[in-house]
């Protein structure tokens, strides 16, 4: 079973802080998705990262697939309250029929 | 429009009872799933079904049976509920159930077996 490691698990900071969160696995992965969810909401996607090495920037949002596609991260610059949520990466593996998520990232971003 | 809803948005009931939760997508997507998301968030899949053909059946009790009466319809049904079932249940659909496909979650149903 692959499995994709994210961390921190939880992380509160001030608004205006940059921060990165991780999502790692000793496994390959075809491509890599982040979502965010909001409390008493399902996820909702951001970004799909196909290409070892891509860098996809979404506004504020930075995201990066590793080159041997084995880990991705995501970094927001200046964060604000808007940006609070569960970060979710979830990854295709090769040949299979179904997504694999990581635990998520609670992000609370304090005015 | 939502895209895929879900019924209920809150189902609470005793050990024991038998429930179902419904789901639908109107984006004429060809492939629906189940999520179970823990206490701690970690959302694990359960079922997908590609046009009405079950493709993934998950190490998942046999209380729990999920029915596709059209690739727009799977809903989830769950004989003798036990405390572990306690849990926020998402449905999802891609368009064609590749890897690269957005998932499309519905607004979840949160359990709570007593």
């Known amino acids: 079973t692959q499995l994709l490691e994210q961390s921190p698990q939880f992380l509160s900071i001030q608004e205006g802080e940059n921060l990165t969160v991780y999502c790692n696995s000793s496994?390959?992965?075809?491509?890599l998705q982040w979502y965010r969810q909001e409390p008493g909401e399902g996820p909702v996607l951001l970004v799909t990262?196909?290409?070892?090495?891509e860098v996809k920037k979404l506004k504020r949002l930075t995201f990066q697939f590793g080159d041997a596609r084995k880990d991705s991260s995501l970094h927001i610059t200046a964060a604000q309250p808007g940006d609070t949520g569960l970060y979710l990466c979830a990854g295709d593996p090769p040949g299979s029929e179904k997504l694999v998520f990581g635990k998520g990232t609670k992000l609370t971003v304090n005015p | 429009d939502t895209a895929v809803s879900q019924t209920p948005k809150y189902l609470v009931t005793q050990m024991g009872n038998d429930k179902s939760i419904k789901c639908e997508q109107n984006?004429?997507?060809?492939?629906m799933y189940w999520y179970k998301q823990d206490s701690k968030k970690f959302l694990k899949i359960m079922f997908s079904?590609?046009?009405?053909?079950?493709?993934i059946n998950e190490t998942v009790p046999n209380r729990f049976s999920p029915k596709s009466p059209d690739k727009a319809h799977l809903n989830l049904h769950i004989n003798s509920l036990e405390l572990g079932d306690s849990a926020v249940y998402f449905c999802?659909?891609?368009?064609?159930?590749?890897?690269?496909?957005?998932?499309?979650f519905g607004p979840g149903t949160r359990l709570t077996v007593l």
């Open positions: 990262v196909v290409t070892g090495g």
């Open positions: 984006l004429g997507h060809d492939t």
């Open positions: 999802a659909s891609t368009r064609m159930g590749e890897g690269t496909d957005t998932q499309y």
């Open positions: 079904y590609n046009n009405k053909e079950l493709i």
């Open positions: 496994s390959v992965f075809s491509s």
